[in-house]
């Protein structure tokens, strides 16, 4: 979901299990303040609170966690909030941190949700939305091609394939998700089994 | 779905998306605006972009585009509604499913089905990129802009929030 989906591995792996783990109320608030600090993407505050300040995970073990939630279906992050405080505080840290990660930026949401209803038809505001939803768009073209340069780069004629097919199905002649994927899935997971087994044979 | 209790109706809709969300809200963003939009008629087009772009400048998980929806659907019993079925339910497989395998690395069928999810992802996204395009981008001047931002933020390690600062500015002058 965001150019910084495959974090890089470049600190020290300190040992996570002598720091001990923290409280349900340090989760809530640790995960309420990356939640906040991360415009635009909670990931890299993700990244950078467990990981390098709070030293609660090696910078291997956040990546198969982040692994983890990213093939599940889902918001990854909000996945793993979930899969994080449960590893440390069982399933009432999962649910701090869950908690922590959606309760202020939902309320804030709620808030902007009442704005715009009131005020969303006055012209200037209209304005200025409309000038922001143009850059989103182009922040969003910006990592779809990000996350397509590898892809382009090994040329793999399958995964192209599927990538098209499921932007024209879903893009253009708009199908529904359930739909393309249900087929889409079966095929690429197919796919890539036969490839690997190919190359490793 | 049931148009009687618009909560239910968001519930199940949410609900069901997340669990077919691979590659994360992005990638839900298509789903999210044919039902919205096409199905239900909870929001035009254009209610749709602006709510997108609230969410991209907002703070938090991207996904909350759906605690937008949710409200302009059931106020605020339905943002929270919307927004606890998006996110719970894959929150709690996600538990279960890292509960089960202890350690996920040792396993190669995680790192396959990720690797086969990754080109569909990235259709997905650009599917919503184009639909959001074809609701914003109406005028020369605005397709610029999509484009420049693109650009910029495609070679460039920018904080994306100044991007959209300045989209908010260009528009406040009336240029796009």
Known sequence: ?201 | MNNENPLWALISTFGLMSLFAVGGAAAAVPEMHRIAVDVHHWMTDKQFADAYAIAQLSPGPNVLIVTLIGYAVAGIPGALAATLAMCLPTALVAYYVSRLLNRPSQSRWPALIQAALVPLSIGLMAASALILAQSTDRTIAAVLLTAVVAVVASISRINPLWLLLAGGLLGFAGIV
């Open chain 1, 1 to 201: 979901m965001s150019p910084d989906s495959a974090p890089a591995a470049q600190e020290p792996d300190i040992p996570a299990a002598q720091v001990q783990p923290p409280g349900l109320l340090a989760l809530f608030l640790a995960f309420a303040r990356m939640s906040l600090a991360g415009f635009g993407g909670v990931l890299v505050f993700a990244r950078r609170a467990i990981v390098e300040q709070h030293r609660c995970m090696t910078a291997d073990e956040f990546n198969e966690t982040f692994a983890l939630c990213h093939f599940l279906p889902g918001p990854n992050i909000v996945n793993l909030s979930m899969v994080f405080g449960a590893r440390l505080r069982g399933i009432a840290g999962g649910i701090a941190a869950f908690a922590g990660l959606l309760l202020p930026p939902t309320l804030i949401m709620t808030v902007l949700a009442i704005i715009y209803a009131r005020f969303g038809n006055v012209e200037v505001l209209s304005r200025i939305l409309a000038g922001i939803s143009c850059a989103a768009v182009g922040l969003l073209i910006a990592v779809v091609f990000r996350m397509m340069t590898p892809l382009l780069k090994r040329m793999e004629p399958i995964a192209l394939l599927l990538m098209l097919g499921v932007f024209l199905a879903i893009g253009v002649v708009r199908l529904p998700l359930q739909a393309v994927l249900l087929v889409a899935i079966p095929v690429s997971i197919g796919a890539t089994f036969l490839l690997r087994r190919k190359v490793a044979a």
